[in-house]
């Protein structure tokens, strides 16, 4: 998670469903995914939907899930979702390395029984995996005085000398790196045997370019990517590697401070044939427009297809809005449904949101933390737009307006559309959102708006907002 996400305030929500841009004064969602099937329990898990090749699968939707889950804290998702990145868990590597050999899988192995509960109710199916590899335990760090992401962030976990090299590491790459090695072996071969809930895809680094995250060299962590893809695929043959993940931040390096600038010299420093995916992280710094992700993500995709990694997934396996700047619940919500519309036409196959449970960043609770908010609700309309939809193009821009085309699983032709000049914000107990009209293509002769309603176009013209609109062909 970025620095500037540990500013973020709890903000005290309304979240009275009242009419928004595109909905009707007590209209409500009538798709599953709003409601009770994606949570877990006893029964058959539902069958999920079989998508074409090529198109947005369930693992699309990505999620971080926060510890209060695993302590009862509020209820699972009823959202469904398909894939899963384990950070905010209590599972780092300096969680499970005690020292002297010995390993604590306790945290981790709840983790995944939860997982294995809750995915045989999810109508996404069974959730995949993404395992983080990150933070030094204190006793083999380089630096163990260092204080890492404690200098912005004491509540953070990460103990000190978690951001510096282990000491059996040289900033060449060489050196034994046998305490790296040893847990790795430990963790891969305890994944192994945990059945369905096996860690299939591993992660290497935590935005790398952050320097409270990481103060090493790219040559060390090429030799640490190289030595977990070794270990794992003698113990896991099917497992998938992912590179590190950078974010846009601050660094000393100018070239480092975006994701693609950072990954570029990976890839040339040889970090690339340790991959078979390729992650970043596409925060907006704080305040900007959510449009800033369009840029973050063209940046990576332009990358990888200039690079000798061109036939690789990339994946954005963080991203969320910081509620200290995006305070309003609707406004949350639009955030979120454009972050994720943005993205696949420009190749992105997952994004990871960040994160359920959290009231700082991301938030798709509402305060009570006993149902989903708005924007945990715009998860949910997502997921039904965009299963099995294939994007026609990356989106395009006509001054503050927005359109992203799609054909979807049916077939039908589909565009989203929202004006990014456009607001909702909080009068009383009201919620106004500001509109401004927009001429449909005769093609499209219906819309739903992002609580899932649908209604019919009428002399070609709708009105828009800040939450995205999906427009339908016949």
Known sequence: MKLWLGLGIVIALSLVMLACAGASSGSSSNNSSSGSSGSGGSGSSPTPVTVPPGTLSEQYFG????????KNKYPWPS???GSIRMTSTGTRWSDIDQGNGVYDFTTLDQWLALYVQHGATNPAGNYQIIYTIYSVPNYISSNPTDLCYYSSNPDSGHPAGSCDPPTDLNADGT???QTYKNFITAIANHAAG?????IHYWELWNEPNNTTLWNGTLAQLVRMAGDARSIILSIDSSAQFLTPSPVTTGNPNPAFTTPDGWMSAYLAAGGGQYADIIGFHGYVEPGKPVEGVFGITQGMSNLATTSNVASKPIWDTEIGFGTAYVTDPYMQAAWLARAYLMQPGLGIQRVFWFQYGATN????????ETASNPAGSAYGVLYNWLLGAKATG???TSGTVWTCGYTLLSGAQAQA??????????SGASEICTTSSFTADSTYTKYQDLQGVSHNISSGSVEIGAEPILLESQ
Do not use: E, K, R, Y
């Open 63 to 70: 999620l971080h899930i926060d510890m209060g889950a695993l």
């Open 417 to 426: 559309v929202w004006d990014s000049s456009q607001t909702c914000s909080l």
């Open 361 to 368: 960043v991301g938030t798709l609770l509402n305060t009570a």
């Open 194 to 198: 945990n059945g369905p809930g096996q």
């Open 394 to 396: 990356p989106c395009t």
């Open 79 to 81: 959202f469904p979702f």
């Open 175 to 177: 050196g034994t790196n």
